[in-house]
Every structure is written in structure tokens, then in C-alpha cells.
């Protein structure tokens, strides 16, 4: 301990900066991701397989977007929409046009297949994933339309006692007997 601090109870030396955590991606960060990987896209070169594949994740992506909250945002579901549409969409998309075509549809990589056919299993896999997030998020709107079915049902599905649902038939005299 040196003087300073024996003095002044504390270090001469600053306290470290906290590390700043950068922002979760917005609507518009995922968006914006989106197009670039639609840009990358754009030049023709890759099969109508791939692109198929690659609208049908984006699509299922665009369809989920309003719908996070019914995921919660700090949950795994919306972190795999989230992390799908700003990391591994496009990464898996460049890691394949980064190659050269031939090569790329031709030369097996991984247990016989090609980078082709590896990214179509990618892509495969990351819209079922997307389609799982989209009924998920789905399932919350449906609940809550039945859970209000069920309220209103309580509330007008069943005759009041006050309240007769026939017309009450007109008093009998001695007469009418």
C-alpha cells in the first residue's frame, strides 16, 4: 500500500471501465440483415433450390417479427429468431457463395456430401426451426382467443335466474279449466 492510498483510503489507479454490452438487434437490425442476405443472393449464381429455401426461412422470419412478444424477448425461442435472421442465416448462406460454384456443387465435403447439399440441410433445418418459433408464437394468440371464449361463456352462456329465456305463459283462471 503506498502512501496515496494509505493517506486517501484508495488506489491512485482508476477503477476499470465497465465493458459495454452492445445493443440486441432491433426490428430494423433484423430487417436490414435480411436484405443483405436477399443481396447476397442477388447475383443468380445460387441454385433456385437454395433461394426456395432461403425466402421460405426469410418469409417464416418477416411472419414472427410482430409476434416476439408473445415469445418474450429474453426467451430462447426469440433468441433463435433473433440469432437466425442477424448470424446464421447469413452465415450459412455466405459460407456456400464464398466457394466456387463447380466446386461447391460437385466436390463432397462432409460424409459424401456437397456444400450444396450441406446447406440445404442448414437451411432445412433453420425453417423448420423458424416454423416452430411462428406457431409458438401463434399458439399464444390462439390461447388467448379461447381463454376469452371461455370467459365469455362464463359470463353470458348460461340463463340468469332473473333473467327467463321462454315468455312466461299467461295466468290460468278458473275459467279456463
Known sequence: MGFWAWLTGRSRKKAPE???VPAAPTEADILASLARVEAMLADGTAPAVVRS???RVDRTIRETLPKLSQLG???ADAYAVVATATDYLPEAVGGYLRLP???AN???IDG????LMVLIDQLELLASTM???????NRADAQALIAHGRFLQEKFGHASPDVPTEPAPPPRSSLDL
Open 18 to 20: 465497465p465493458a459495454s
Open 53 to 55: 429455401r432461403v425466402v
Open 73 to 75: 424477448w429474453g426467451s
Open 101 to 103: 460454384r463447380d466446386w
Open 106 to 108: 460437385s466436390r463432397p
Open 112 to 115: 459424401g456430401k456437397t456444400a
Open 131 to 137: 416454423g416452430k418459433m411462428l406457431d409458438a408464437a
